[in-house]
């Protein structure tokens, strides 16, 4: 079984910055794909980032130049470092993880509000 636990949401005024962290646990994460996608009340979830095993990356066109994911695949941790937040970034943030099987896992979100 995949676990996923993000951190690291926060409320941040508009400008600043916050860091996510999602740390996955469990048989085949090491050679997955991860990333981060956001939703709010009554809307669909929609990708943010994208990282695949090998590194490379995809953003949302909203979030590029603003945005960066990362990983630390030692241990097992995905990034997501955000910068210049506007207040349409408010939303609860996902992690997501899709195994090498083609299996996806969902963390339970965090919160980032972006509010004067």
């Known amino acids: 079984q995949v676990q996923l636990v993000e951190s690291g949401g926060d409320l941040v005024r508009p400008g600043g910055s916050l860091r996510l962290s999602c740390a996955a646990s469990?048989?085949?994460?090491?050679?997955?794909?991860m990333g981060w996608y956001r939703q709010n009340p009554g809307k669909q979830r929609d990708m943010v980032a994208l990282i695949l095993s090998g590194g490379s990356t995809r953003y949302a066109d909203s979030v590029k130049g603003r945005f960066t994911i990362s990983r630390d695949n030692a241990k097992n941790t995905v990034f997501l470092q955000m910068d210049s937040l506007k207040p349409e970034d408010t939303a609860v943030y996902y992690c997501?993880?899709?195994?090498?099987?083609?299996?996806?896992?969902w963390g339970k979100g965090t919160l980032v509000t972006v509010s004067s």
């Open positions: 469990g048989s085949g994460v090491s050679a997955s794909t």
């Open positions: 997501n993880l899709r195994r090498f099987d083609g299996r996806l896992y």
